[in-house]
T-cell receptor, first 112, second 115 residues
Framework: SQQGEEDPQALSIQEGENATMNCSYK?????LQWYRQNSGRGLVHLIL?????REKHSGRLRVTLDTSKKSSSLLITASRAADTASYFC????????????FGRGTSLIVHP | AAGVIQSPRHLIKEKRETATLKCYPI?????VYWYQQGPGQDPQFLIS???????DKGSIPDRFSAQQFSDYHSELNMSSLELGDSALYFC??????????????FGQGTRLTVV
């Protein structure tokens, strides 16, 4: 069953614009991680946010976590063509399975 | 820094053949995960190992088996291959110390094509 569900499924923007992707999940988590995947390539770990954190920054990335709404968002500021990729969130469930569980990704296209 | 190494990167097999995928985790990581990602799909968890023992089992078909060896590398064995097994297979590793804070690091994947 899907734990994380990304929204939107596809996003197309111009270089320089900001891109926001959302992820919702169903059960309590220890942490939530965002990954990037270039077409047919490996998953690159972007950022981890713990369940007791609300916001985290890394370079042009900003991640928020709202455990009351069971949702997270990934904001990429000043996007670049090289940001074109699929983005996935993965949750690590609390009190049980210790397996990063992925939802459907968001496909981001940044036009130069 | 050392990353998760998977081999081979690409593999083409015929139906009903057998395939073996290998994964070398990051040094000192104690947990290995295997995932399958079909075209346009999200990664689906197959199986994991913690300290060389099977830890969790996901949607791994009975035709598949996996193990983790004394040097912590892991192999995914796939028999009686079917066309639907064509996918990208990822291995990931993590360290369970600091359980709530663990990041999983993924390899580049093995692209298996069954013809």
């Amino acid at each position: 069953s899907q734990q994380g569900e990304e929204d939107p499924q596809a996003l197309s923007i111009q270089e320089g614009e900001n891109a926001t992707m959302n992820c919702s999940y169903k059960t309590s988590i220890n942490n939530l991680q965002w990954y990037r995947q270039n077409s047919g390539r490996g998953l690159v770990h972007l950022i981890l946010i713990r369940s007791n954190e609300r916001e985290k920054h890394s370079g042009r990335l900003r991640v928020t976590l709202d455990t009351s709404k069971k949702s997270s968002s990934l904001l990429i500021t000043a996007s670049r063509a090289a940001d074109t990729a699929s983005y996935f969130c993965a949750t690590l469930l609390s009190g049980g399975s210790y397996i990063p569980t992925f939802g459907r990704g968001t496909s981001l296209i940044v036009h130069p | 820094a050392a990353g998760v190494i998977q081999s081979p990167r690409h593999l083409i097999k015929e139906k009903r053949e057998t395939a073996t995928l290998k994964c070398y985790p990051i040094p000192r990581h104690d947990t290995v995960y295997w995932y399958q990602q079909g075209p346009g799909q999200d990664p689906q968890f197959l199986i994991s190992f913690y300290e060389k023992m099977q830890s969790d089992k996901g949607s791994i078909p009975d035709r598949f088996s996996a193990q983790q060896f004394s040097d912590y590398h892991s192999e995914l064995n796939m028999s009686s291959l079917e066309l639907g097994d064509s996918a990208l297979y990822f291995c990931a590793s993590s360290s369970r110390q600091g359980r709530g804070d663990t990041e999983a690091f993924f390899g580049q994947g093995t692209r298996l094509t069954v013809v």
